[in-house]
């Protein structure tokens, strides 16, 4: 696991951001060995309102518990992606729910992965694990974490009887993601991997 | 005594510091919580509520704070061991109780998740603003004790500690989190029950009519009877005698109120619970506790780096204050600094430890998010000037 990676998780509140994020973090201090501190924005609202959380993964035990320059940037709505994209660090990662998200300018020195989460969501018969696809398409693109270390903190995350289902989401999501990473390969574009190495 | 295996959830989870807090209440044996639940300690309570039938006890939602600060005090007499979560000015509105479990001796904890305020202030997020509320909030004099977690395993281990030493010394004990500890999820290992240590209620042994219920021992502290075993008591919060029977003797009150501070001296002195590192060749020290202590280790890291010697010292136990501590370091160092989400509340009691020995430099902060690093780093380099 690399020293310090920040990930910001954003949309609105229903879509399960707080979810998202807890598996990615579960996974690392779960399921990897590794050190993981999410927190979560929110507001007075109940729900509908915009939602972001935040997870810091590392090798080292975690002090500061804020993201303040997110190495990847997911976003599930269009009010996200307008607030939270100027402050993707150069060179991050930006994933995008694409059917959500119309992109007027893509920024500077960022690699930007779309998937249409909610879409492949509404294919498994479930809108609502559109987070788990999106958790399963982070892993393919970003390789930070173990794919089984992921799939561990899914299965351990929602109750039994929804198990199936939400991996069967996370491989769906895994699966779009690591086609698109093949097809950046293909064209001759360095993967993910490099990309990150220099953050 | 071991914590029974019925609340102990073992295992390895991913937990915020409110649900760490829950399960550390279950772990120490608490079976009875009422509660009027409020934003952002309400996690707590949501999770006792679901997992105490399975476990085996109640909770009941109250009609308002003074209702639930008082509840779990007749449970504590009918034998429970029980507990209140609030923030905010929920808080503030439990001040009356607290002073009625001091007074009482009634063994019982207060997770206080602090936001930020004065009056509803920012529901969502940090502040340590009610330190000084927590010490002095109630009328009257009285001693209390306070603990200040700072990740959500410590959620979950000093949860265990509060109800240890509410039993300990018959006193209310305050879990004071802030926001942020409390809305952050990260590790929590819950061991085994038998590696959990708990401390049962000191229930007297001696016969109905020799017992006295506010009789101390040699300790300070009086030994605890429950409802229904027999014993005839009597529990006022009006000033009463070593049988429980109210008193406007002038003796009695100095006597009684005395005590009541005084049982607590031991946890000032010797025993009180810090966390150091590097105070031998330190020429500043950090004094922080709850969020604020890891975002100062964090400014601890970049001091040393620059060749400053700075020295940790953080408040796990902020009341009763160790200043003993404090009053021993101020004599061989340069300065304090003591970064915290108000605008200056535990420093005082650092100035009135240090007693002029060292300077004392205050990082404030009004609340609603957590330090710069660099503002406590900035701090140090001043101080080390």
Known sequence: MRPLTEIRIAGFGGQGVILAAAIVGKAAALFQGGYATMTQNFGPEARGGSCSAQVILSSEPILYPYVTQPDVLVVMSQ???????????????????????????FPDGARVFGVPATRLAEELGRKVVLNVVMVGFFGAVTKLLDAEALRRAVADSVPPALQKLNLEAFDQGYAYGAQAVGRLAEHGEVDSLDALEFL | MHADPKGVLTGVHFLDGDHAC???????????????????????????????????????????????????QGAVWGGAKAFTVTS?????????????????????????????????????????ADMMQARWGSHGDYGIIALCPNSPQECFDLTITAFNL?????VPVLMMLDECVG??????????????????????????EAFHVFEPGENLVPEMVQAGDGYRFHITGLTHDERGYPSMNVEVQDRLVRRLQDKLKPLANGRALCETE???????????????????????????????????????????????RIRELAGRVKAFVVPEL?????????????????????????????????????AIVEAAK
């Open chain 2, 166 to 170: 509410a039993e300990e010394f018959r």
């Open chain 2, 342 to 378: 108000n605008l200056g509340q535990m420093v005082h009691e650092v100035e009135r430890a240090a007693a002029g020995q060292a300077k004392v430099i205050p990082v404030s902060h009004a609340g609603g998010g957590v330090h710069n690093p660099e503002a406590i780093l900035k």
């Open chain 2, 183 to 208: 809305h952050m999820t990260e590790k929590v290992i819950i061991p085994e029950p038998g590696q959990i240590e708990i401390t049962p209620r000191h229930l007297t042994q001696r016969p109905p």
């Open chain 2, 22 to 72: 829950c399960e550390g209440t279950l772990a120490a044996g608490a079976r009875f919580s009422a509660g009027y639940p409020i934003t952002p300690s309400t996690e707590v309570v949501e999770r006792f509520a679901a997992r105490i039938p399975t476990v085996g006890g109640v909770f009941v939602q109250m009609e308002d704070e003074l209702a639930a600060s008082i509840a779990i």
């Open chain 2, 278 to 324: 590097h105070l031998d060749d330190a020429d500043v020290v950090v004094v922080s506790y709850g969020i604020t202590s890891r975002v100062a280790q964090r400014a601890l890291q970049l001091a040393r780096q620059k060749g400053i010697r700075a020295g940790k010292f953080r408040i796990i136990q902020a009341w009763p204050f160790p200043e003993e």
């Open chain 2, 88 to 128: 905010g000015p929920g808080f503030s509105l439990m001040m009356e109780h607290i002073g009625y479990a001091v007074m009482t001796e009634t063994p019982c904890v207060f997770v206080n998740v602090q936001r930020g305020g004065p009056s509803t202030g920012l529901p969502t997020l940090p502040a340590q």
């Open chain 1, 79 to 105: 009010e996200a992606y307008t607030r939270f994209t100027p402050e993707l660090k150069h060179g991050g990662i930006l994933i995008l729910e694409q059917d959500l998200v119309r992109v007027d300018r």
